[in-house]
């Protein structure tokens, strides 16, 4: 892997410098907060019919050479990757996805990161949909804010889920232990989302990311764009406008042979 190249994929959108990053804090929050602006959750293989790979070889290509995406196994991989090359000590741990904010998805439903610093560990996630800004410090119910959003850790037995406030009240995202993982032992689960029926990936077609003011998420046909002060939403009504969304707000160009299953036309 070539960090330079990683390195300045991310700078697209934000202050990363490339080289001379030392495996502090303050280099993980803004190669952190960078990643999530400059490169997208996106599932657009899944919905192409091309099998996803986790070798590093190949996510290297697809995220940086070719200037795309992926879903949290991919992007969360990859990241782990530029973080040991650049000093950082990092694990990989499972989490279960919340549904309803009440019940949780298994074992390796999602792949989030602990990066382990002098002060304690660290939870980064550049792979979640509508992931914090910034890493949170792995301490309970500490408050922890970040860009008008306002996120917690709770600890219950083994188990640290991830809560955001939501006017008075918390709602999970995900819960994980600190057990470390491989990459190989999240490969049943990511093949579990790319091909079942039941798997959110099979059933939507998504692209999101951040800005520097809020998000951009294009749903099947709904184009949402949200900042702090204000938030638009809209449907796609053509294939061009389509294709033309998709260059505009997240860097990526489908092929003309790409089918759009929600065009008759296309």
Request: net charge negative; glycine share 6%.
């Amino acid at each position: 892997m070539d960090v330079m190249d990683y390195l300045r994929r991310c700078s697209a959108s934000g202050p990363v410098v490339p080289g001379g990053l030392e495996p502090t804090l303050g280099t993980l929050k803004v190669l952190h907060e960078a990643h999530l602006i400059a490169i997208p959750f996106e599932n657009l293989d899944i919905h192409c019919g091309q099998s996803l790979c986790l070798d590093e070889v190949a996510l290297f290509k697809k995220i940086v050479l070719m200037r795309r995406g992926g879903i949290c196994y991919e992007l969360n991989g990859l990241f782990a990757t530029l973080l040991r090359r650049l000093g950082f000590r990092v694990s990989l741990i499972s989490a279960g996805v919340a549904h309803d904010h009440v019940h949780f998805g298994p074992e390796f439903d999602h792949l989030a990161l602990l990066v382990h610093l002098a002060d304690g560990d660290w939870l980064a996630d550049v792979g979640f949909s509508s992931s914090f800004r910034h890493p949170l410090k792995v301490e309970a119910e500490v408050v922890q804010a970040f860009h008008d959003h306002r996120y917690r850790l709770h600890r219950e037995s083994a188990y640290w889920t991830v809560q955001r406030a939501r006017n008075s009240a918390w709602e999970s995202l995900y819960r994980f232990q600190l057990q470390p993982h491989e990459i190989h032992h999240f490969a049943e689960r990511c093949r579990y989302q790319e091909t079942s029926p039941e798997s959110y990936f099979t059933q939507n077609l998504l692209f999101t990311r951040a800005t520097e003011t809020g998000r951009i998420t294009l749903c099947d046909r709904k184009l949402a764009i949200s900042s702090s002060a204000e938030r638009s939403l809209c449907e796609i009504q053509t294939e061009e406008e389509y294709r033309a969304v998709l260059i505009r707000h997240f860097g990526i160009t489908l092929l003309p042979e790409t089918r759009l299953r929600f065009y008759t036309s296309a």
